[in-house]
Nanobody
Framework: VQLQASGGGLVQAGGSLRLSCATS????????MGWFRQAPGKEREFVTA????????RYADSVKGRFTISRDNAKNTVYLQMNSLKPEDTAVYYC????????????????WGQGTLVTVSS
């Protein structure tokens, strides 16, 4: 499975961005998808995850109510809508996939994209 994240950029605080993660292969609908982020000098942290069917989601407390994950299994793509962005959201955002159940653990994910940089200015 190959993952390609896109949609990052520079945005002012309070603004919005939508990230996309396109995947290759025919097994997308069998994968739980997640988004993680890594700020400079910090460890990669969990942001959100979505179940195979899209009917279950999980969010880090820091993004609840501001970020929304969704997926389109027909397009093999997962999205991350980010609203009310804050400077502390600045990071490289990675999409990831796993064959097991929902997880917020970085080690649980088998496949990773290359990351897309989100910079939020104050």
């Amino acid at each position: 499975v190959q993952l390609q994240a896109s949609g990052g950029g520079l945005v002012q605080a309070g603004g919005s961005l939508r990230l996309s993660c396109a995947t290759s292969g025919r097994t997308f609908s069998n994968k739980v998808m997640g988004w993680f982020r890594q700020a400079p000098g910090k460890e990669r942290e969990f942001v959100t995850a979505i179940s195979r069917s899209g009917d279950s989601t999980r969010y880090a407390d820091s993004v609840k109510g501001r970020f929304t994950i969704s997926r389109d299994n027909a397009k093999n793509t997962v999205y991350l809508q980010m609203n009310s962005l804050k400077p502390e959201d600045t990071a490289v955002y990675y999409c990831a996939a796993r064959s097991g159940g929902m997880s917020s653990m970085r080690w649980a994910y088998d496949y990773w994209g290359q990351g897309t940089l989100v910079t939020v200015s104050s």
